[in-house]
């Protein structure tokens, strides 16, 4: 038993300092985008929502993906990690990312008037920004995939490689805490 703790182990350290990189523990949380002022956060976008809707359902959703990777942390962590709470967490995080391009239209930036940790680089630097959501879709593939196979070892490497994703785009687009 000893072996599976110290196998899980750097996994769940990773997890736990990737958390807040993919939503938890402040940032993007919807509960924050209720900071709007000013006339920008009633604008229409072209996908019919306004602003601070468009702000607040991305916020929602990447929040979501935070509990998932809160929830497999904990298992990974644990000295008898729960395999079916692993996998239906990781289950949520690739149908949660799903049309995460979609998430940040223009106008949904800083300048908004509502706040969000959204840099304006997002939008600045498209084309980089849109790669390292392919690639966190692609890894959240894989740790569903993964985590489906009932692997916990494995399961803690596609975690880790998932939320490497997380962070090296909240490095360049997300403001730091």
């Not at 709007?36 to 916020?59: H, K, Y």
């Amino acid at each position: 038993m000893k072996m599976r703790k110290i196998a899980c182990l750097t996994p769940a350290v990773a997890g736990l300092m990737l958390l807040t990189a993919c939503g938890q523990g402040g940032g993007d949380a919807g509960d924050e985008a209720s900071g709007a002022s000013g006339e920008n956060a009633t604008a229409a976008l072209p996908n019919g929502m306004t602003v601070q809707e468009q702000i607040e359902a991305r916020q929602k959703k990447l929040e979501n993906i935070g509990g998932a990777f809160k929830t497999i942390s904990d298992q990974l962590k644990s000295d008898s990690p729960d395999v079916a709470a692993i996998q239906t967490a990781a289950a949520t995080v690739p149908a949660e990312a799903t049309g995460m391009a979609d998430w940040f239209p223009e106008g949904t930036g800083p300048d908004s008037g509502v706040e969000t940790e959204a840099l304006a680089i997002i939008w600045q630097e498209k084309e980089d920004f849109l790669s390292k959501i392919s690639d966190m879709q692609n890894a959240a593939a894989t740790l569903n995939t993964t985590a489906q196979g009932g692997d916990v070892a494995a399961i803690g490497e596609a975690f880790k490689a998932t939320g490497g994703t997380c962070k090296a785009c909240h490095d360049k687009f997300r403001l730091d805490d």
